[in-house]
């Protein structure tokens, strides 16, 4: 039987947000958002290690709090809201390189934005990758709303963004589409560190359900995390809730 593979967490948390600011601050449940993350990768039983990758000192606090030291600070030009994900896992992973001497298997990246993700989550997507050979993995959701009625504009004429979409007349005889739910991404090394990609050529897909796929990225979007919560919706383990 293989060992298993190093599979190395990264907590992206940027200090600064647009649509909702200080979100990874934001406490729902027993925890804050950062907390919620940090707690999904202690349940999990194949990440290696894992660290959160911020600009910021009051963030980088609030990890050492739920006791996870933050190791460094992003530099400046990975601090901005322009900046891409690929260069902030890149780095953590050239850190990890350089202060460990160890090269990743694989990269998983767990964004705070999902407070609702849990272990079992984050294995079943590494195992993914690693029972596959595949590049990359990626957590779904069913599409809210499905492609084939959506339309474009020109002018105030609707045009199909689908023109096949017209020979279904009801959504449920549509074949089903996912959308990226954004709880765990998980990339090998070379994809990510030779190709410079978070998803690769052969990307596998894991299917989570409407509670464990909020993705909070609004107040509306915290309303409805609350919401869930407080209905017992959300099937967070104890000391979560």
Do not use: C
């Amino acid at each position: 039987m293989s060992a298993p593979p190093y599979a190395f967490g990264v907590i992206p948390a940027r200090g600064g947000s647009k649509g909702l600011p200080g979100k990874n601050l934001r406490k729902l449940g027993a925890l804050s958002l950062l907390g919620q993350a940090i707690a999904s990768a202690r349940e999990s039983a194949l990440l290696t290690r894992f660290i959160v990758s911020t600009d910021s000192e009051e963030i980088a606090a609030e990890a050492e709090r739920q006791g996870l030291p933050v190791p460094f600070l992003r530099p400046a030009e990975l601090a901005t809201d322009r900046a891409g994900m690929l260069g902030v896992l890149q780095h953590a992973v050239r850190w990890l390189e350089a202060s460990a001497g160890v090269k990743p298997d694989v990269i998983v990246t767990l964004q705070p934005t999902s407070p609702f993700r849990r272990g079992a989550e984050i294995d079943a997507t590494i195992r993914k990758v690693a029972e596959t050979g595949a590049d990359s993995a990626q957590t779904l959701s069913e599409a809210s709303y499905h492609p084939y009625f959506m339309k474009t504009l020109d002018g105030d004429r609707t045009l199909a963004l689908f023109p096949e979409g017209h020979t279904y007349v009801r959504r449920q005889d549509a074949p089903p589409v996912y959308q990226p739910s954004g709880a765990v991404y998980v990339t090998r090394y070379e994809t990510l560190m030779r190709h410079g990609h978070i998803l690769g050529e052969d990307n596998r897909g894991l299917v989570m359900d409407f509670e464990a796929s909020v993705n909070i990225d609004t107040e509306w979007d915290f309303l409805l995390a609350e919401l869930l919560l407080r209905e017992g919706r959300a099937a967070l383990p104890p000391g979560r809730s």
